[in-house]
């Protein structure tokens, strides 16, 4: 990549699945015309265990960006609002994104499609609610779009409901059965 300026040996190597990818800190495009720049990759081993292969990578093809990242959750009239700062070096129209929502009531989490600020409706305050994100790129900017990020780090608003009520329910109950039993026995007999 002309930015590099020298060869780097990839140490950022991970796996997913079959997959075994590498991960570089790439600097900027002074110009951002990403159209224009690719990155060339040698594969080998010492080991020669495996066959070395030599390709030329456009950068708009094959990019995982980063997670997101959660910048503020908030509750207006009745609707939750997502904002998110993006991935650096990638642009808003370059990127689709997906919000799932837990909600600790139901104990189900829907999927939103949405850009760099959603609105959920329909949310209820007085319940827990957890938020991640996760973005990809899209077909407007890059040649593949099927590679998504991991997902943000998740982050929650509402309150969680309290168990008090419903432990000493449970608890009371029982003893209300067993007071009718014992005065049932004793009237019995």
């Given amino acids: 990549h002309s930015s590099l300026g020298k060869i780097l040996q990839c140490e950022d190597i991970y796996r997913e699945g079959q997959h075994i990818g ?47 990242h959660i910048k ?7 609707d939750l609002y997502v904002q998110w700062k993006n991935p650096q070096n990638f642009y808003s129209r ?19 499609y949405g850009t760099i600020c959603f609105m959920i409706p329909g949310v209820l305050p007085d319940t827990l609610n957890t938020v991640r994100i996760r973005v990809k ?30 432990i000493t329910t449970l608890l009371i109950i029982p003893i209300f059965v067993a007071a009718a039993i014992i005065v049932l ?5």
Wanted: neutral net charge.
């Fill in 22 to 68: 590498c991960s570089f800190a790439l600097t900027k495009v002074k110009d951002s015309s990403f159209e224009q720049h690719s990155v060339q990759v040698m594969v080998k081993d010492n080991a020669g265990k495996i066959r070395p292969s030599f390709n030329i990578v456009p950068l708009t093809s094959h990019v995982k960006p980063d997670p997101p």
């Fill in 72 to 78: 503020n959750l908030s509750f207006q009239n009745g």
């Fill in 94 to 112: 370059c990127l689709s994104y997906e919000v799932e929502v837990n909600n600790s009531q139901a104990e189900t989490h829907d999927i939103f």
């Fill in 137 to 166: 790129t899209n077909k407007l900017c890059y040649e593949d779009d099927k590679l998504w990020s991991n997902w943000s780090q998740a982050m929650s608003i509402g309150q969680k409901a309290n168990p008090t009520f419903y």
């Fill in 185 to 189: 026995l004793l009237y019995l007999k």
